[in-house]
């Protein structure tokens, strides 16, 4: 029987991790514990911080169920889900950089001809949306499928109300020959993350502010390319410099400038106003993947 104490309790856990026969496991494992206990020992942590720890993160468990999941929520505003998808996905040049999926993706969302109006008849600033899918030389991809969703005016996606009938700000096009897509929409909105549980709790015990800048989500997927996840944010947003995830990169950020009454690119008439944004997203063929890993 051997006597731990806090100096040798941290080697003595991770010597019964030994026998553990998925090597990855055990290497995760014994980092995890190693960075744990000296993260104890790091702030003295006392008895009393490690109840109510423990109990934090059981009412964040508790909160979790179908429709929310509040681990991710913690995850996201601590800055862990932007550091795993920065770690796994280090785009070469030529390639548009990712960011979080976020909890409001729909799989298989209506598939809509370019040129579509999505707002589904919710009010807003009219926005002409436009953009490329090219390779990191250059060359177009055709037929790449485009999900699209983002917030309404009031900063809600239609997965969060009840008074919709169907889809709305959501769609899924498919780039023509020359790798272009574009569609109708509204303007987005900045909006809070879910903070009526312990998650806006920790925000604000910790004075930070539950909001997300402005945005419109892209997923795109095509053969033989990575499927990329990404968010073209605002540039007016206010909330540009202290996104509640942590997901705004610099060359995510776009102008959407207000166009005058006249004939929009795609020979729309418009009698009013209008926001226009025009995006290239650049894919990364999914060899260089296998070439990152393996070295």
């Known amino acids: 029987m051997r006597?731990?104490?806090?100096?040798?309790?941290?080697?003595?856990?991770?010597?019964?991790?030994?026998?553990?026969?998925?090597?990855?496991?055990?290497?995760?494992?014994?980092?995890?514990?190693?960075?744990?206990?000296?993260?104890?020992?790091?702030?003295q942590l006392t008895e009393a911080e490690w109840r109510t720890a423990i109990d934090f993160l059981t009412r964040v468990g508790q909160k979790s169920d179908d429709k929310r999941q509040e681990f991710i929520l913690l995850s996201d505003?601590?800055?862990?889900?932007?550091?795993?998808?920065?770690?796994?996905?280090?785009?070469?040049?030529?390639?548009?950089?990712?960011?979080?999926?976020?909890?409001?993706?729909v799989e298989n969302p209506p598939e809509q001809p370019l040129g579509a109006d999505i707002s589904g008849g919710l009010q807003g600033e009219k926005l002409f949306i436009e953009g490329k899918v090219h390779s990191p030389s250059g060359k177009p991809v055709a037929g790449a499928a485009v999900d699209?969703?983002?917030?309404?005016?009031?900063?809600?996606?239609?997965?969060?109300?009840?008074?919709?009938?169907?889809?709305?700000?959501?769609?899924?096009?498919?780039?023509?020959?020359?790798?272009?897509?574009?569609?109708?929409?509204?303007?987005?909105?900045?909006?809070?993350?879910?903070?009526d549980g312990p998650v806006?709790?920790?925000?604000?015990?910790?004075?930070r502010h539950p909001f997300r800048p402005a945005h419109v989500h892209f997923r795109i997927e095509a053969p033989e390319f990575e499927t990329l996840v990404t968010h073209v944010f605002v540039a007016e947003d206010p909330?540009?410099?202290?996104?509640?995830?942590?997901?705004?990169?610099?060359?995510?950020?776009?102008?959407?400038?207000?166009?005058?009454?006249?004939?929009?690119?795609?020979?729309?008439?418009?009698?009013?106003?209008?926001?226009?944004?025009s995006y290239r997203f650049g894919l990364k063929p999914i060899v260089e993947a296998a070439e990152h890993v393996s070295c």
């Open 77 to 105: 505003t601590l800055g862990v889900s932007i550091l795993v998808d920065a770690i796994n996905h280090r785009q070469p040049k030529g390639v548009t950089e990712t960011t979080v999926l976020g909890p409001f993706y």
């Open 148 to 195: 699209v969703w983002h917030s309404d005016n009031e900063g809600y996606y239609d997965v969060q109300r009840n008074d919709l009938s169907g889809p709305a700000l959501r769609a899924r096009f498919r780039t023509d020959q020359n790798g272009r897509f574009w569609f109708w929409t509204i303007m987005p909105r900045s909006y809070p993350v879910p903070h």
């Open 239 to 277: 909330y540009l410099e202290s996104d509640a995830v942590f997901a705004v990169k610099e060359s995510l950020i776009a102008e959407f400038p207000q166009m005058p009454p006249g004939v929009a690119p795609d020979g729309t008439e418009m009698k009013q106003p209008w926001r226009s944004l």
């Open 200 to 207: 806006g709790e920790m925000l604000r015990v910790t004075e």
């Open 3 to 43: 006597q731990f104490d806090e100096h040798t309790i941290t080697e003595a856990v991770i010597e019964r991790l030994a026998k553990t026969q998925n090597a990855r496991l055990r290497t995760v494992m014994s980092a995890l514990v190693r960075h744990l206990h000296d993260f104890v020992r790091e702030v």
